[in-house]
C-alpha cells in the first residue's frame, strides 16, 4: 500500500500500514473518492464513466518523485491562477 502521506510533510509519525482500509466517499453523481482513514489525505479518485482506471493521488506516494507527470489532464477546470510551466502536453479535458 502507497499511505505515508504525514512522514512526506515531515511531521508527525508514520503512519502505520494497511491497519484500516481507505475511506470511500460518493462526491457526485459521477465519482468515487477515497481518503486516509488516519488523517484525511484523499487517495484515490475514481470515476463511473472509467471504470477499469483509478487516479492515484502524488501526496499519497512514499516516492512521488519515481512517477513524474507525462502531461496535463482537464485543465480546463484548473485554478486560473495556476500556470503551468513545465512543457508538458495539456488537455483541456482527457487525454485524446
Ligand atoms: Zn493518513
Same mark, same amino acid.
Given at each position: ?5 504525514? +512522514?512526506?510533510?515531515?511531521g508527525?509519525?508514520?503512519v ?11 462526491? +457526485?453523481?459521477?465519482a468515487?473518492?477515497?481518503? /486516509? !482513514?488516519? /488523517?484525511? $489525505? ?8 472509467? !471504470?477499469?482506471?483509478?487516479?492515484? $493521488?502524488? /501526496? %499519497?506516494?512514499d516516492?512521488?518523485?519515481a ?7 482537464? $485543465? %480546463? %477546470?484548473?485554478?486560473?491562477?495556476i ?14
Open positions: 500500500m502507497l499511505l505515508r502521506p504525514d +512522514s512526506l510533510r515531515g508527525g509519525p508514520p502505520p500500514r494497511n491497519e484500516l482500509p481507505p475511506l470511500r466517499f460518493r462526491s +457526485s453523481d459521477k468515487t473518492r477515497s481518503f /486516509c !482513514p488516519h /488523517c484525511g $489525505t484523499q487517495l484515490t479518485f475514481q470515476a463511473d464513466d472509467y !471504470p477499469d482506471q483509478v487516479d492515484i $493521488t502524488t /501526496c %499519497s506516494l516516492r512521488p518523485e512517477v513524474p507527470p507525462r502531461d496535463q489532464t482537464y $485543465t %480546463s %477546470s484548473k485554478v486560473q491562477w500556470e503551468l510551466a513545465d512543457g508538458l502536453p495539456q488537455y483541456a479535458q482527457a487525454r485524446s
